[in-house]
C-alpha cells in the first residue's frame, strides 16, 4: 500500500468496508485501508501507522477483532473503534481490555462514523 | 516318553502303551509304527493281563505263551500300570526270541549226534536243529516206537533241571538201542517258563563231561538264565519309570485341573457381575432349519426371510438361550434364571423379526461379530430399545453352536434421538420460514424501491436505484433458493444465476429484446457464505456492462461462464462485447464504488482474486475457493 494511511476498516462484510472508505475518501480525503482479516489488519496498522481503526469483531481467518486489537495496542497508538452485531456483556468486558478504545452496535449511522473521524482525525468540521 | 535304559531295541518287535479305555498313547515298531497285526496282538496281550489280574493273585509283568511272529518265536509282556490303587494303562512288549536263540541256542551241539530242544511250558518247541520240529509240540514227538523219550519230557516238565537218561533206537547209525542223556535248564519268565534242554549218548555226554564244549553249553544256559532275568528286570524298571511318568502325569494334570477350576471361576464370576447384559446362545437348530430352507431356495436368505414371518417365528422358536448373567435377569426383571431362559424373549414384534433377519443373513455371510438395534418387551409389560452386539466363540462357526450376546438398554437415547430429531424437524421448519420471511421482506424493500424510482424522472436516481433493487434482490434469491433446498445450507449456483440474470436485464428496460446473454454455468453448489457476495458480485458486473458498455448501440451480448476448475476453485467470467474501458482505465484507481466493490467482494470476502481485461469489450474474471466457510471455521 502506497502513502500514508489515516484510517484502517478491518471488517469482514465487504460493501460495508467499502461504503465506509469510499464515503471518508469523498468527504474528508482521508486515504482508507480496509481488510478482512485480524492478522492482515496488524500487519497493516504496524507499517501504515493510521489515525484510527475501525475493527469489527468477526473475521477471516483465526484472530478475531479483539484479539487483533490487542497486539495492534502493543504496536500503534490509533484509538480502535469496535463495531458488531453481537454486542453482548462478554463481548463488552473482553472490549475493556483494549485502552483507547470505543464500541458501536451494528448497524452504524454513517453520522456515528462522521463523529469519530472528526474525534480522532485532524479534519474540518 | 519312555526310557529304555540303555536296552537294545533289537530285542524288541514292539512296544504298545494303552490307556484303561485301550487308546494308544505310545507306539514303537523296531523301523516302523506299529502295524494292526502287532496292534491287536498287543491288544490281546492287554486284556489277557487284565483278566489275570482280575482272576489270580497276580503280580504283574505277565507273560503270554510264547508265539511266532513272522515264523520267529516270540513272547509278549504285559504291564499293567497302576497309580494309587488305580488301573491307569497297560505297556505291551513283544519280545523276539530268535535273536537270543541264534546267539546262544543254535550253536548248541555235544559230542557229535547232541540235539538241543528249546521249548516252552505247553511243549511248543521253539527251536530244533531240524526245522520241521520247529512249532510242533514236543510231546507228539517220537524217536522211534522204542525209545522212552517222552520219559524226560516229561521229566522236564516237573523239575526246573536235572538230567535223564532215555534208551533210543538208533535208526541213522548202528540200529541198536543206545542210551541218551538229557540235561535240561528252566528259564522263568513271570509265570511261564521256557526250557532248554540238551540230549546225547551217554558216551558222549560223558567224553564231554570234561569237554570245554558242554562247559560252553552249559555256560549258555547260565546266560540264557541271565538273560531272560535281564529282561524280567528290566521290564520292573520300565514298569517304576511308567508309574513314576504317571504319577507325574496325574499330578500335572491335578495342577493344571486346579488352575482351570480356578480361571473357569474367575471367568464366571466376570460372567455373572459383569455390569453389562451378557447371554450366550445356541443357534444350531436354528441354523439347521435355514440351512434346510436354503438348500431348496435360490434367493439371497434377507430377501426370503422379509415378509416370511411363520418362518421366521420358527426360527425365534429353536433359538435356545443357555446362560444368561445377572444384569440380564435385572434388565428384563427376572429373579430366577430358569424362568428368564424359559420365557425369553417375551414377545416376537416386527422389529425382532427384521433383527433376527439381519442377523442370521449377516451369519450365512461369515459375519461373525455384529451388532443390532431391536425392541424387547420386559417382563413388566414395558417394551424397551435394545443395542445388541453379538460374536460366535472360535470353534463354534460351523454350527452356531456358541453366541454370546450383549443386550445394552438404549431407550433413553433413542427417546432422545426422537425428540432431537423433531426438535430438528422444527428448526428446519422455522429456519425455512425465516429464509421465506427474508425473502419477502427483501421484495418488499425491492419494490419500494421500484415504486420509488418509477415516481422519481431523474435518470441518475433511477439508475441508483435499480442498482440498489439489483443487488437487494440477488440477495432475496439467495434465500428464496435456500428455503427451497434440501439442506437449508446451500443452494445451486446454475438455477440461480440463471434466475438472477433474467432479472437483471429485465430491469433495464431500454435494452429488452436487444441484448443477448450466453451462460454457460456448470452445476455448482455453495453455502450461503459465498452465495451472497457472489450473487452481489455478479450483480454488479452485469449491471456494469448494461450501464456502460453498449451506449447507442443496438445489440450487445454477455457472456457469463461459470466453472470449476481441478483444485476445487470456481472462476466466474462475465465478458462483454461492448466498447471496453476508456484509454488508461485502472479499475483499481479509476473504478467507480460498483467496481470497487466488486474487487473487496472477491478479494476480501471471498479471498479469491479479480482480474480484468478490456481487449474486445470488457471481460471481468472472479476466481475463489468453494472451500471458504470451512476454511474459517
Known amino acids: 500500500m502506497d502513502g500514508k494511511t489515516d484510517v484502517l476498516i478491518v471488517e469482514d462484510e465487504a460493501l460495508f468496508a467499502v461504503m465506509i472508505s469510499e464515503f471518508l475518501k469523498d468527504e474528508y480525503k482521508l486515504s482508507c485501508a480496509y481488510t478482512a482479516s485480524g492478522e492482515d489488519a496488524v ?15 468477526r473475521l477471516a481467518g483465526r484472530m478475531d477483532g479483539i484479539e487483533a486489537a490487542e497486539i495492534i495496542r502493543k504496536k500503534s497508538k490509533a484509538p480502535i473503534i469496535f463495531m458488531t452485531a453481537y454486542g453482548g456483556e462478554a463481548t463488552r468486558e473482553r472490549i475493556k481490555s483494549v485502552h483507547k478504545s470505543e464500541f458501536l452496535v451494528k448497524p452504524v449511522d454513517m453520522q456515528i462514523i462522521q463523529n469519530m473521524v472528526r474525534k480522532y482525525c485532524a479534519v474540518n468540521q | 516318553m519312555f526310557a529304555h535304559n540303555g536296552e537294545s531295541f533289537q530285542d524288541y518287535i514292539s512296544e504298545i502303551y494303552f490307556d484303561r479305555g485301550g487308546n494308544i498313547l505310545f507306539s514303537y515298531q523296531a523301523k516302523k509304527t506299529a502295524k494292526p497285526d502287532i496292534i491287536r496282538i498287543s491288544r490281546q496281550l492287554s486284556a489277557d493281563a487284565q483278566r489275570s489280574i482280575q482272576s489270580e493273585d497276580f ?66 518247541i521253539i527251536f530244533h536243529h531240524r526245522p520241521s520240529f520247529i512249532r510242533t509240540n514236543i510231546f507228539n514227538l517220537k524217536i522211534d516206537k522204542h525209545d522212552n523219550f517222552q520219559d524226560f519230557v516229561r521229566e522236564s516238565f516237573t523239575n526246573l533241571s536235572g538230567k535223564s537218561s532215555y534208551r533210543y533206537f538208533d535208526n541213522f547209525e548202528s540200529k541198536s538201542v543206545k542210551r541218551k542223556l538229557a540235561v535240561w535248564n528252566t528259564i522263568k519268565t513271570g509265570d511261564r517258563r521256557l ?67 480356578a480361571k473357569e471361576m474367575r471367568y464366571r464370576t466376570i460372567f455373572e457381575e459383569s455390569p453389562i447384559s451378557l447371554l450366550e446362545f445356541d443357534l444350531s437348530q436354528a441354523k439347521e432349519f435355514v440351512d434346510k430352507f436354503e438348500r431348496h431356495n435360490t434367493l439371497p436368505i434377507e430377501t426370503f426371510l422379509t415378509g416370511n414371518s411363520p418362518i421366521v417365528r420358527e426360527i425365534l422358536s429353536r433359538i435356545v438361550i443357555v446362560d444368561a448373567n445377572k444384569t440380564s435377569l435385572q434388565m428384563f426383571g427376572f429373579e430366577s434364571k430358569r424362568d428368564f431362559i424359559e420365557k425369553f424373549p417375551l414377545n ?81 421448519t422455522l429456519l425455512r420460514e425465516l429464509y421465506h420471511r427474508t425473502k419477502n421482506n427483501m421484495q418488499v424493500i425491492c419494490s419500494m424501491l421500484a415504486l420509488q424510482s418509477a415516481t422519481n424522472c431523474n435518470e441518475d436516481l433511477r439508475s441508483a436505484f435499480r442498482q440498489m433493487e439489483n443487488k437487494i434482490h440477488s440477495m432475496a434469491l439467495v434465500h428464496q433458493k435456500l428455503y427451497q433446498s434440501q439442506n437449508l445450507s446451500s443452494i445451486n449456483l446454475r438455477d440461480y444465476v440463471h434466475d438472477l440474470v433474467h432479472h437483471i436485464i429485465s430491469s433495464y428496460e431500454i435494452y429488452t429484446g436487444r441484448i443477448k446473454t450466453n451462460l454457460d454455468i456448470e452445476n455448482i453448489s455453495v453455502l450461503l457464505d459465498i452465495a451472497i457476495p457472489f450473487g452481489l458480485i455478479i450483480s454488479e458486473l452485469i449491471s456494469n456492462s448494461m450501464k456502460y458498455a453498449f451506449p447507442g448501440k443496438d445489440s450487445g451480448e454477455i457472456d457469463i461462464t461459470l466453472r470449476r476448475e481441478d483444485d476445487d476453485t470456481i472462476t466466474l467470467i462475465v465478458a462483454d462485447n461492448g466498447i471496453g474501458p476508456p484509454p488508461q482505465f485502472d479499475v483499481r484507481e479509476n473504478g467507480r464504488m460498483g467496481m470497487k466493490s466488486v474487487i473487496a467482494l472477491a478479494e476480501l470476502q471471498l479471498q479469491g482474486s479479480y ?23
Not at chain 2, 482480474?611 to 474486445?616: A, E, K, R, Y
Open chain 1, 43 to 57: 500487519r497493516i496498522a504496524e507499517s501504515q501507522q493510521p489515525n484510527l481503526v475501525f475493527m469489527d469483531i
Open chain 2, 59 to 124: 503280580k504283574p509283568p505277565c507273560f503270554s505263551p510264547i508265539f511266532f511272529y513272522n515264523d520267529f518265536p516270540a513272547i509278549g509282556m504285559t504291564y499293567p500300570v497302576y497309580l494309587n490303587g488305580i488301573h491307569q494303562g497297560d505297556l505291551v512288549s513283544i519280545i523276539s526270541l530268535n535273536r537270543l536263540i541264534s546267539r546262544y541256542v543254535e550253536s548248541m551241539k555235544s559230542g557229535k549226534t547232541g540235539q538241543a530242544y528249546l521249548y516252552d511250558d505247553s511243549g511248543t
Open chain 2, 195 to 261: 526250557i532248554l534242554a540238551l540230549a546225547a549218548p551217554d558216551a558222549e555226554i560223558e567224553e564231554a563231561l570234561s569237554d570245554l564244549r558242554l562247559q560252553r553249553t552249559l555256560l549258555s544256559i547260565l546266560l540264557i538264565s541271565m538273560f531272560a532275568a535281564f529282561i524280567i528286570t528290566a521290564s520292573y524298571n520300565r514298569h517304576k519309570l511308567l508309574v513314576e511318568n504317571a504319577r507325574a502325569l496325574e499330578n500335572l494334570v491335578n495342577k493344571k485341573s486346579e488352575e482351570l477350576s
Open chain 2, 348 to 428: 416376537e414384534s416386527s422389529e425382532l423379526e427384521s433383527s433376527l433377519i439381519i442377523g442370521i443373513s449377516r451369519l450365512k455371510q461369515n459375519l461373525f461379530t455384529t451388532e443390532l438395534e431391536t425392541v424387547f418387551n420386559l417382563k413388566s409389560g414395558k417394551t424397551i430399545f435394545a443395542r445388541l452386539f453379538g460374536t460366535i466363540v472360535p470353534g463354534h462357526e460351523k454350527k452356531w453352536s456358541q453366541i454370546l450376546v450383549s443386550i445394552t438398554d438404549i431407550t433413553t437415547i433413542k427417546n432422545s434421538e426422537e425428540r432431537l430429531l423433531i426438535s430438528l424437524s422444527e428448526k428446519e
Open chain 2, 611 to 633: 482480474s480484468v481485461s478490456g481487449i474486445n469489450g470488457f471481460v471481468n474474471r472472479v476466481s475463489f475457493k468453494d472451500r471458504l466457510y470451512k476454511e474459517r471455521i
